[in-house]
Every structure is written in C-alpha cells, then in structure tokens.
C-alpha cells in the first residue's frame, strides 16, 4: 500500500532563516507531487506541483521553491522565511487514471517568529 | 478560474443525517471529491464521483451530483460525533497533472 510522509511535524523558524520541508511517498512510483499551504484551517493554495523528477510547476508567485530530486520524494525550501510564511504545509501525491484522486500527508505545521 | 463554495458551518445533532453542500462554476468538471480534515491532521479522501453519474453511496455517504445547477452534496447517515472536522470539496477540470481546485470548508459540528 501507499504512504505519504512528511517532517518535521512542526517548525518554529525565525524571519529571515532558511526553510527545508520534506515529503517522501513509498508503494508507487511516478507519481505526480503537491504542495499546499492552509491558512487557518481554510482554504488550500496549491503552491507547486511535479509530473516527474526536475519538472516543477510553480502556481503562485512567492518566497519559497520546490525541488524533486528524487522520483518520490519533493522537498519545499525558502532562503529567508518571512511571517506570512506562517501555516499548515500539505505534501499530497496522486498518479494518472483511475479518479485521479489526491493523497495527502499528515502536515507541517510551520510558526514564523 | 474555478470557484467553489461551500458554507461555512454545520450543525447536526448526534444521529440524524448532515448534508454538505458545495457549488461550483466550471461545468468542464471531470472528477468531484470531498475530503474531511481532523484538527491538526491531513486531509482524508472520503470518495469521489465521475461527472457523468448522478449519485453514488458508500456505507454512511451518499453523493449527489447535479450538472445542471452545478451542485455537489455530501449526506452523512446516522452523524456520529467522530464526523466532527472539516469537509472540502474538489474539482478536477479537464487538463493535465490532475490538478484540484477547493472548496471553502465546511465545518461539521455534531453535538449530544
């Protein structure tokens, strides 16, 4: 069966430090990648997502990028957090067919000081 | 660009039926989903339909889907306490990458 991990479970970062959020999905293979970000318990914002390795597509312009270095596993950076950085980070990971259905992760919860 | 509403809150008491409801403008819908999310947790996918059925049931849920006035419902029989969380519906519209679109969230209250 199919897994989705993520860590840390939760961050607390001061403005201005660097971010480096992992999720990893284990039982499937090529699968395509989501992040999101949830602001108060409302709302998800796709924030990228990947078809494959190296393939990043980012939907909102923002302080923060995404790298696939390896087929399953999707990592979400920033270089200088800012406080509006502040919330719930969702990892999801869906593959082509059946319904297309999305898979997430348990969450980062991530607090910007 | 796709929207998609639902209200915000929900009410039910312990054991009678809720009904969750979403609207949505992109009639190019393929696939429509409702998640429920726990405090602090992920999301947990619930079921989906495919665009051209009318109503799907699993167990506790039923799904109707109505094209024409583009609406989606949940129907929770028998509401327990545990199905206390927030409910999202997505839209996947045609086009690569099986990107989602969600709702606003309802949340579900179920008291005593």
């Known amino acids: 069966s199919q897994t989705i991990h993520q860590w840390p479970a939760t961050l607390v970062q001061p403005v201005g430090s660097p971010l480096s959020l992992e999720c990893t999905v284990e039982?499937?293979?090529?699968?395509?990648l989501y992040w999101y970000r949830q602001a108060a318990g409302r709302g998800l914002q796709l924030l990228f997502y990947?078809?494959?390795?190296g393939q990043i597509s980012s939907e909102v312009p923002q302080n923060l990028s995404a790298s696939r270095p390896q087929d399953r596993q999707f990592i979400l950076s920033s270089k200088k957090l800012l406080l509006s950085d502040s919330g719930f980070y969702l990892c999801?990971?869906?593959?082509w067919g059946k319904g297309y259905e999305q898979y997430f992760g348990p969450g980062t919860r991530l607090t910007v000081t | 660009g796709e929207d998609v509403e639902q209200s915000l809150f929900l009410s039910v008491r312990e054991g009678d039926s809720s009904v969750i409801n979403c609207t949505y403008t992109d009639s190019s819908s393929t696939y429509l989903y409702w998640y429920k999310q726990e405090p602090g947790a992920g999301l947990q996918l619930l079921t989906y339909?495919?665009?051209?059925?009318d109503m799907k049931q699993d167990q506790r849920l039923t799904v109707l889907l109505n094209k024409k006035d583009k609406h989606l419902s949940l129907r929770i029989a028998d509401t327990q306490t545990g199905d206390s969380a927030i409910y999202f519906c997505a839209l996947r519209g045609a086009g690569t990458a099986s990107k989602l679109t969600f709702g606003t969230g309802t949340r579900l209250q179920v008291t005593l």
């Open positions: 039982g499937t293979s090529n699968p395509n």
């Open positions: 990947s078809v494959g390795i």
């Open positions: 339909i495919f665009s051209n059925m």
């Open positions: 999801a990971w869906s593959v």
